[in-house]
């Protein structure tokens, strides 16, 4: 099994900033894809952003040249930082990764539990 668990949400200030962490434990081989979603109340979950294994990039327009994310492969963990935010950015934040646990195993999907972003004055 592999556990994801963020943090790093909070409260915040229109224009302010905030780092969320991912960290990634349990019977870990290999992570594909790390990404972050969110979900604001009354909305669908959206793709906020996404990183390869290779580093390649993926953001949803709403937040390119606001947000970056990055990964330490070495300590299985993915971040996402978060600039200039704004009120619409108010959601809770889920970390998701795409594991395999052994060389020749599948790769698995796996979630963490959220955490909340406010953004208000």
């Known amino acids: 099994q592999v556990q994801l668990v963020e943090s790093g949400g909070g409260l915040v200030q229109p224009g302010g900033s905030l780092t969320l962490s991912c960290a990634a434990s349990g019977s870990i081989f290999s992570i594909n894809v790390m990404g972050w979603y969110r979900q604001a109340p009354g909305k669908q979950r959206e793709l906020v952003a996404t990183i390869t294994s290779g580093g390649t990039t993926n953001y949803v327009d709403s937040v390119k040249g606001r947000f970056t994310i990055f990964r330490d492969s070495a300590k299985n963990t993915g971040y996402l930082q978060m600039n200039s935010l704004e009120p619409e950015d108010t959601a809770v934040y889920y970390c998701?990764?795409?594991?395999?646990?052994?060389?020749?195993?599948?790769?698995?999907?796996?979630w963490g539990q959220g955490t909340q972003v406010t953004v208000s004055s």
């Open positions: 998701n990764a795409v594991v395999r646990s052994t060389a020749v195993g599948p790769f698995r999907n796996y």
